[in-house]
């Protein structure tokens, strides 16, 4: 339970962070109004997380695919921030 726990808070909070952080610099738009989406988005994935790490299989599982969720995210931002994307 406590490894659902540490899924569900830290890992759903920053996996919902850096979703946040990618789409702001992803969508089309401007920056303000790109940024308001992405953090709206945001907080239903936070919530989306806390759910899944309750509802995967193991707790091993939920913190895998959180991080898996986290690192396609980072990973996004990181090429866009390469790619001379928007600041």
């Given at each position: 339970m406590a490894l659902r726990i540490i899924a569900a808070v830290p890992l759903g909070y920053a996996v919902a962070s850096l979703w946040a952080m990618a789409l702001a610099r992803l969508l089309p738009g401007d920056r303000a109004e790109a940024t308001a989406?992405?953090?709206l988005v945001s907080f239903a994935l936070?919530?989306?997380a806390a759910m899944?790490?309750?509802a995967a299989r193991s707790g091993w599982r939920a913190v895998?695919?959180?991080a898996?969720?986290?690192l396609l995210?980072?990973?996004a931002?990181?090429?866009s921030i390469m790619s001379s994307g928007r600041l």
């Amino acid at each position: 339970m406590a490894l659902r726990i540490i899924a569900a808070v830290p890992l759903g909070y920053a996996v919902a962070s850096l979703w946040a952080m990618a789409l702001a610099r992803l969508l089309p738009g401007d920056r303000a109004e790109a940024t308001a989406a992405a953090t709206l988005v945001s907080f239903a994935l936070c919530a989306g997380a806390a759910m899944w790490a309750f509802a995967a299989r193991s707790g091993w599982r939920a913190v895998w695919t959180l991080a898996l969720c986290g690192l396609l995210a980072g990973g996004a931002t990181w090429l866009s921030i390469m790619s001379s994307g928007r600041l």
